[in-house]
């Protein structure tokens, strides 16, 4: 039997969730697994906060330093949120020799090479199982179970709180504040919800995932972010009239060692298996060269969810404790930014003739070919007209909507979003 002393570094919605998971499987995971896990201390703010599970509380500390420098601790699991200051006590932490979990997307995204050089130096484990689409098991597989493949393309929903806000908004015809309460009140938001709603979340998220897919650094800014704030019942309601629902989704390929990487909002038909994907609930599809096609589904965010990714990373930690580090490309990749896409777009317009055929003649003039136009009366003046092109690069949208924006006859350019069928 082998005994880890444990401290974790937080008391949230993870925190009480993992503390949930250990209370309620400890016994189990102590005969199956022969690991005993003792947890000796609990970093928080404050200390007299009243928590949602019962703590004895002399294991509560404020000072990080109690835990750092208590020998009987081993590993120590993050989920305090934010960069500052959990990169410094995972690097200090790595730095000393213990072995650190983390839920953290914010810090191994942005401070990978970093924590990886510490690990590597002092031989301590570094996990993060939790980081990426909660309780789905998605790091393991791509370190342990697909090293034969090259993998071409990942393309999923990996924000659990953007994905109940775009259902509950759809099939509830509930507004985005409100979804927004409940989904924070839920546990699955970010301790700051600016993170989901912005798609900064799910950019970290696909920074690690194609870091480790491509075998490349894959920095956040090299990845398009476009957030969920800008989409209205209006392009619900018209999406679902066209046969599509909207998502945010998370997309990476890399093809003759250029990469392009990408987060957005984006309709997807009805039938899209991804469609399906509701609630809190995250899918990340993998294609690797040798499998084939791989989806992985389940609950993205959440105390128990994402503590069961945790105590996974605890156990196999306490098993085998070394930092198993990706040996990266020789190769530098390139970064690219001039995608295709088709696009929806909804524009106001005077109603008056010629209109049509003028931003019909601005769209031909970019390139950009179109699939489908539909008009609709607005006002006694004023027409909605949608349209939804077939295949174009970045650059001629840009161009053709530089156009479209600057004509008279255009009132406003109400939406603009990516289409992928
Ligand atoms: P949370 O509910 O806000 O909990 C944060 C905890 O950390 C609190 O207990 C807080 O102490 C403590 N804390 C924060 N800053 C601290 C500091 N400077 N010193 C000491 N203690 C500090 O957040 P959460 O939802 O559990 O999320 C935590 C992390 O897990 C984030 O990195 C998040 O991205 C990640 N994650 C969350 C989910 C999810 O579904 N929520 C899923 C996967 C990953 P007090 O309680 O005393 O204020
Ligand atoms: N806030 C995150 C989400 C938590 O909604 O997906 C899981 O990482």
């Known amino acids: 039997m082998k005994k880890i002393g444990l401290a974790l570094l937080g008391l949230g919605t993870i925190g009480s969730g993992v503390m949930k998971v250990l209370n309620e499987n400890g016994e189990l995971i102590k005969k199956q697994e022969e690991i005993e896990i003792d947890v000796r201390k609990i970093l928080v703010r404050d200390k007299a906060k009243k928590r949602s599970v ?86 393991k597989p791509l370190r342990r179970s697909l090293q034969a493949n ?63 897919c491509f075998r490349n650094r894959v920095p956040v800014d090299r990845i398009y972010c476009q957030g969920i704030k800008g989409i209205s019942a209006d392009d619900i309601k018209y999406a679902r009239e066209l046969g599509y629902g909207i998502k945010l989704l998370a997309i990476a390929k890399k093809e003759n060692n250029k990469i392009e990487a990408r987060v957005h909002p984006t309709f997807i038909p009805l039938s899209h ?31 128990l969810p994402t503590a069961s990714a945790i105590v996974s990373d605890i156990i196999t930690a306490g098993q085998n404790g070394k930092h198993y580090y990706v040996k990266f490309d020789q190769e530098e990749p390139k970064f690219e930014d001039n ?8 524009l106001v317009v005077k109603d008056q003739p010629g209109v049509l055929a ?33 295949k174009a690069s970045e650059k001629w949208i840009s161009n053709a909507m530089k156009e479209i924006n600057a004509s008279p006859s255009v009132i406003s350019v109400e939406s603009l979003i990516r289409v992928e069928k």
């Open 339 to 346: 995608w295709l896409s088709e696009y929806y777009m909804r």
């Open 150 to 212: 090259r993998i071409l393309k990942i393309m999923g929903i990996i924000n659990g709180t953007t994905n109940y806000i775009l259902t509950k908004m759809t099939e509830e015809g509930r507004s985005f504040e409100d979804v927004l309460a409940e989904a924070q009140k839920l546990g699955y938001a970010e301790p700051d919800p600016t993170a989901d709603i912005e798609g900064y979340d799910a950019r970290y998220k696909l920074s690690i995932l194609s870091t480790l």
């Open 358 to 390: 003028e931003i019909a003649g601005i769209f031909g003039r970019h390139n950009v070919s179109l699939d489908t136009v539909i008009q609709k009366l607005r006002d006694k003046n004023n027409a909605t007209i949608i349209f939804i092109t077939h």
């Open 54 to 139: 019962e703590i004895e509380p002399s294991l509560l500390t404020d000072n990080y330093d109690d835990i750092l420098n208590d020998d009987s601790i081993d590993i120590i699991a993050e989920f305090m949120g934010g960069e500052d200051p959990a990169f410094l006590y995972i690097r200090d932490a790595l730095r000393k020799g213990k072995t650190v979990i983390t839920a953290n997307k914010e810090v191994i995204a942005k401070h990978w090479e970093e924590l990886d050089e510490e690990a590597r130096l002092s031989g301590a484990g570094l996990y993060f199982e939790a980081s990426v689409a909660g309780g789905i098991p998605i790091i």
């Open 273 to 303: 298996p991804l469609y399906a994907v509701r609630d809190s609930y995250n899918a990340i599809f993998i294609k690797g060269d040798m499998v084939g096609d791989l989806m992985f589904y389940g609950r993205g965010a959440g105390d």
